[in-house]
């Protein structure tokens, strides 16, 4: 049973990086940021809660979908599959690429207290699981890195931009994969475009440019709901790395 309940306020005209939520848990009551995730990760249940149940929260489906798809057609076969997933949180995607029977799984995330949930929610499903500054590339995440076998595949799911990954800290992740590899980033919709102060759109569309990548396909979705009801559209944009 949870030992918690949740109350998201009616939102209007507010910006997907500040809308909140009420928690009541052993009476005490909390006003918190939805992108506050290592308050969330903290209580067991509540991203699921807040995410998936009341926000209704499509990407651990569909990425799981799409990565099916790319394998598939794009001749990287699941069995063969190593994957790099970054911003992993507590792992509902890793749960859904092990239900494909990805044979080797690496979660990566900035915050230990993403780590530490994940190991509490989903004990099996990463190989390793490294905590540290994707930003860094000679930092601790690129030397633990080298330990595992090369990869193949990199994903993110909703871990690109606002305060999150940035441009520099996904390129570095980018340089691991070998070539050939694939890649599906499901990421705001704005920030694809190519004027966005993320530098998402830019970026992205210099490495197409540059035959570094190739595109494989862009699929538009509800990623969830806004606190106002109105759906969030994000894409997830598929890759082959070239190079
Ligand atoms: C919206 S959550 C997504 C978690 C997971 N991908 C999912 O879809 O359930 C964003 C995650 O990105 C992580 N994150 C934020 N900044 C990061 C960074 N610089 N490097 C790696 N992870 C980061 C956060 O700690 C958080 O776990």
Known sequence: MKSFSIVIPDQKDITQDQ???ILEQNGITQEIKIHDYDKIFSVPGLYEELLMNKLQCNSPRVMKNVVEFISKNYFIPITEMSVLEIGAGNGLIGEKLRQLD??????????QI?????????????DKYIVGDLSDSNG????KLKDTSSINCLIAVGSLGFSDISTKGFSNALNIV???GLLA?????????????????KFIDSLISENFLEKICEIRYVHRLATSGKPIFYIVLCCRKLR
């Open 114 to 126: 993403a780590c530490d949930a994940a190991m509490r929610d989903q004990p099996k499903i990463y």
């Open 185 to 201: 980033i499901s990421i705001k919709e704005e920030f694809l475009l190519s004027d966005n102060q993320t530098g998402f759109g």
């Open 178 to 180: 070998e070539p050939g």
């Open 19 to 21: 809308e909140f939520f």
């Open 140 to 143: 601790e995440v690129f030397s």
């Open 102 to 111: 990805v044979p080797h799984l690496v979660g990566q995330d900035i915050s």
